[in-house]
């Protein structure tokens, strides 16, 4: 089940009209990469050793620092399962990639208003937990956030992918105890209870289910069609209706549920980058 959650694909549109695809799971890896971690600390000490008037209500230098990194936790740690719900809503009413700032300005601004009410209850009782905030405060808010979030999907994670596309280009399978090259697989397919790999001219039919070969491979290596089907990035073609064709011109067919998943893989991940 988690294992779903993370290849769950998000769909943006950024400030500058480009879209941004995305997993759960490359957020999560996104998150706890150094240079993450080093854009968010930047930003960190920029907005809390700033004049009092960046947080008007908390005048001490310490409750401000506590404020920002609070705000920034429930933040991070909201954000994942927050953008998978609100996406599928978005997707379901609206259709096609949702703006990045309308994604992120409802979470934003929760994080402010819960971290502000919450540090003020506990130690200045006698303020009005949210007298303080203003709509300039919520607004300057919001749009730090985007411009983080936004060098992040333009920057960060695409140098991300490319480090990973490096590191899988020795990398090993493990299927029912066996060791199988990765960048060997092309396509895979589940039959009953085995598994049949596909290999440059070849098939091997494995016991071991589809469940254990999704776990070990990313986006970056490919994706997930149908239930039943798995094509690698190096062999995906083309997306035309609701069938993957290979380099090799064989059709793969793509379940209805995973067709905007797919569509927006191609468009981000395939080597080719074609949708008819």
Excluded at 42 to 65: D, K, N, W, Y
Excluded at 91 to 119: C, E, Q
Excluded at 137 to 147: C, G, I, Q, T
Aim: hydrophobic share 45%; proline share 4%.
């Amino acid at each position: 089940m988690l294992g779903k959650v993370f290849n769950h694909e998000v769909q943006v549109f950024v400030s500058n009209g480009d879209q941004a695809h995305f997993t759960i799971r490359e957020m999560h890896e996104l998150y706890t990469s150094w240079q993450m971690w080093l854009l968010v600390l930047v930003g960190f000490f920029i907005m809390a050793t700033g004049h009092p008037v960046t947080l008007p209500q908390f005048e001490s230098f310490g409750l401000r620092l506590a404020f920002w990194f609070v705000a920034l936790f429930l933040y991070l740690f909201l954000s994942m399962f927050y953008a998978l719900a609100t996406c599928r809503i978005w997707r379901s009413t609206f259709g096609g990639p949702i703006p990045l700032i309308i994604l992120s300005s409802p979470l934003v601004l929760a994080s402010t208003y819960l971290t502000a009410g919450g540090l003020t209850i506990l130690f200045e009782p006698g303020k009005p937990a949210f007298g303080s905030m203003t709509w300039q405060m919520n607004l300057r808010n919001v749009f730090v956030a985007h411009v983080f979030e936004t060098v992040a999907l333009l920057w960060l994670l695409p140098a991300q992918r490319a480090r990973k596309a490096i590191k899988s280009a020795g990398r090993d399978i493990t299927l029912a105890g066996r060791k199988v090259g990765l960048t060997q697989i092309s396509r895979v397919k589940a039959a009953e209870h085995h598994l049949e790999i596909y290999m440059s001219g070849k098939v091997e039919i494995i016991r071991e289910r589809m469940a254990t070969f999704l776990d070990q491979v990313s986006p970056e290596d490919g994706i997930q069609t149908h239930r039943s089907h798995w094509v690698a990035r190096q062999t995906a073609r083309s997306l035309s209706g609701s069938k993957l064709t290979l380099t090799d011109g064989q059709e793969i067919p793509v379940a209805r549920g995973r067709l905007d998943d797919v569509r927006a893989w191609v468009s981000t991940h395939s080597d080719t980058k074609e949708l008819l």
